[in-house]
C-alpha cells in the first residue's frame, strides 16, 4: 500500500511542479489529489497521463491523508499547517511561514538530511529558499573539505520566483514593448521587460531586503551558523532558472581544481567549466533539469583562499517542487511514516 498525498497550490507554478515530479519519479502514492482556493475549484491539472479535478483546501479533511505538499503562499501556510498537522498529516511547506521555527526542520536533503527527525513536534517541515537551495547544494561538499569563513552572494532571479503573475508580467510587457502597448507593472516595482530590478521582497530596516535576509538565515540554520553572509538579490527578464555569483573565503586551501573535483563526485552538483564560448551553464539550459549546475570555477587572489563560482539550477524545481518530494522520500527511506491506509 502507498501513501495518499495533497499537493495545496496545484494550479500554481511549484504545484504543477510537484504533481510532474511525483508522476517522473514514481513516489510511492497511491492516490494524489489536486487543492488550490475556491477560485480553482473542479479545474483540472495534469498528473502524469491522468487529469485531476482541483479541491477547495478550505473544506478538505486530510485525516486519511500521509503527507501535504504545500505551495500555497505564506500567509495560506501559517493558516493551515498546524491544522493539518494536527490531523496527522506530515506537511512539507514551500513558503517562508515556518522556516525559522526553531520546532521545524529546514530541510536540503543533499545537506542536512539528519535534521529532518524534528519533524514531529509540529508535524510541518520547512523547504528553503529558491536562491538558499542551490547555494547550499554547491556549498556544503566545499565546507566539508575546507570550511567556509564568508560569502558575498549575487543572485539573479528569474520571475517564475514571483509565481505565474510574474511570468504572466514578464510575457505581457515584452510583447507591449515590441507592440508599443502601455507597460504596466503590478507585480514588480519597476518594469521587468529588458530590465533588472534590485529588489525581491520587501524591505528591512537594514536597507536588505527579506530575500536577502533569507539567504543569510536560511544558511546559517542548513549548514553553519558560523559561516558571515552577506547578499545582494536581483530579479532578472528570465521565465525559469535563478542564477549566482558567489565569492567564497575558505578557513584553509582550496584551488580551483580541488573545487572542481569536490563538487564533481557532489550529490545533486553537476560541473560543467570548459574555458571556452558557451562552455558553461545558463538558467535557460537548467529549467527542466534536476540538477545543480556549477560553472566558472576560478581562484579569487584578493583575500587568502578565495574562490568564485557561478550556480544555475531550475527555481521551481530543486528551489521548491523538487526539493519537498525529496523531502518526502527521505521521510520513507527513513521509516520516519506509515502510510495511515497500510496502518488502519
Ligand atoms: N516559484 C518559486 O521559485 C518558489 C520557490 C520556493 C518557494 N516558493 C513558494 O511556493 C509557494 C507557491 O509559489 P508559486 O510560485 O507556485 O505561486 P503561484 O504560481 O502564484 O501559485 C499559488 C498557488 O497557491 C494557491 N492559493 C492561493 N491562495 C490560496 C488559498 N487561499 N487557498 C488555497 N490555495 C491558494 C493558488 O491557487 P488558485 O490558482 O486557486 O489561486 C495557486 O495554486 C509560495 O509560498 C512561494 O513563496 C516558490
Redesign the pocket.
Same mark, same amino acid.
Given at each position: 500500500m502507498g501513501y495518499k498525498i495533497a499537493v495545496?497550490?496545484?494550479?500554481?507554478?511549484?504545484?504543477r511542479e510537484m504533481l510532474n515530479i511525483l508522476s517522473e519519479r514514481g513516489f510511492p502514492a497511491d492516490e494524489v489529489v489536486a487543492?488550490?482556493?475556491s477560485?480553482?475549484l473542479n479545474t483540472e491539472v495534469s498528473f502524469g497521463d491522468k487529469t485531476l479535478k482541483v479541491k477547495n483546501?478550505?473544506n478538505y479533511d486530510f485525516s486519511d491523508t500521509d503527507i501535504c505538499l504545500m =505551495?500555497?503562499? #505564506?500567509a495560506?501556510?501559517l493558516k493551515w499547517s498546524p491544522k493539518i498537522g494536527a490531523q496527522g498529516c506530515v506537511v512539507i511547506d514551500?513558503?517562508?511561514a515556518w522556516r525559522y521555527d526553531a520546532d521545524v526542520p529546514l530541510i536540503v536533503p543533499e545537506v542536512n538530511p539528519d535534521a529532518i527527525t524534528g519533524f514531529s513536534k509540529r508535524n510541518i517541515i520547512a523547504?528553503p529558499?529558491?536562491s538558499t537551495a542551490q547555494l547550499v547544494v554547491a556549498l556544503k561538499p566545499l565546507h566539508d573539505v575546507a570550511r567556509i569563513k564568508r560569502i558575498v552572494v549575487s543572485t539573479y532571479q528569474s520571475v =517564475?520566483?514571483? #509565481?505565474?503573475?510574474g511570468m504572466d508580467e514578464l510575457f505581457n510587457q515584452t510583447r507591449a514593448v515590441f507592440v508599443a502597448d502601455p507597460i504596466e507593472s503590478k507585480k514588480f516595482t519597476k518594469r521587468i521587460a529588458f530590465n533588472v530590478i534590485p529588489h525581491i521582497d520587501v524591505f528591512m530596516e537594514d536597507g536588505y531586503t527579506k530575500e536577502e535576509w533569507k539567504v543569510l538565515a536560511e544558511t546559517k540554520k542548513m549548514l553553519d551558523p558560523k559561516i558571515k553572509v552577506t547578499c545582494t538579490a536581483v530579479r532578472v527578464p528570465v521565465f525559469i532558472g535563478h542564477s549566482e555569483s558567489v565569492n567564497i573565503e575558505f578557513e584553509s586551501e582550496m584551488t580551483a581544481e580541488q573545487a572542481r573535483e569536490i563538487l564533481r563526485e557532489a550529490p545533486g552538483c553537476l560541473v560543467i567549466d570548459k574555458h571556452e564560448n558557451g562552455g558553461y551553464v545558463t538558467p535557460y539550459e537548467s529549467a527542466g533539469e534536476d540538477a545543480t549546475y556549477i560553472s566558472r570555477i576560478r581562484e579569487d587572489a584578493t583575500v587568502e583562499h578565495g574562490l568564485n563560482i557561478w550556480v544555475v539550477s531550475d527555481?521551481?524545481r530543486k528551489?521548491?517542487a523538487l526539493n519537498a518530494i525529496q523531502i518526502a522520500e527521505l521521510l520513507v527511506a527513513r521509516g520516519l511514516i506509515k502510510a495511515k491506509k497500510q496502518a488502519a
Open positions: 495545496a497550490g496545484a494550479t500554481g507554478n511549484v504545484g487543492l488550490a482556493s477560485r480553482s483546501l478550505e =505551495s500555497a503562499g #505564506g495560506v501556510s514551500n513558503s517562508s523547504n529558499n529558491c =517564475s520566483g514571483a #509565481g505565474k503573475d527555481n521551481l528551489g521548491a
